[in-house]
């Protein structure tokens, strides 16, 4: 007598047969484009705790330290200080951070930039988009955008010094060309 259990490997072809039919659906990938250094980096639209709107593109003309990260991630928040002392030293030399939050709740987020004393501008990326945007799979992720909003630097993990600031946005004003660094 046969058994009447599926055959687990029949199932599987199934399944991946139908994810692969499937369109690709945005909101679920998880961090499918990971910008090239040089490439143009592409605009978004984020609510910052105050719930004002805002761009990249309204930063163009400046250097942005597009830095993603969670109030769980602990190398995101042990970089946070470094981050606040360089917008701190360098936003007369048209230096912004924007740190974007993902998935996690405004108020705690409210109260955890409130604690430490971060004045830069924090958004909030509630549907993991715009980190999908940048090919953010694991936190932290800085990416370092030029003037003419062009992607000079894609950190991946590590942990932002105030040095490695400093020292990118310097070789960034000199438009010295600078390669791709995952750690």
Known sequence: ???????????GLVL????????????WSMGS???TVGMQAEDFRLTD???KEQ???????KIVLL????????PCTTEMPAMQTMYDKLRDKGFVVLAV???????RVREHIKQ???TFPVLMDHDNKVANQFGVVGLPVSVFIDQEGRVQEYIKGGLLTEQKIEETVARILKQEPVKSAAR
């Open 1 to 11: 007598m046969r058994s009447r259990k599926p055959n687990a490997v029949l199932v």
């Open 16 to 27: 991946l047969a139908a994810l692969t039919a499937l369109p690709a659906f945005d909101g």
């Open 33 to 35: 484009r990971v910008p």
């Open 49 to 51: 705790l105050a719930g």
């Open 55 to 61: 761009s990249l593109s309204q930063y163009r003309g």
């Open 67 to 74: 830095n993603f990260w969670a109030t769980w991630c602990k």
């Open 101 to 107: 939050n993902e998935l996690e709740d405004d108020a």
């Open 116 to 118: 430490y004393g971060h």
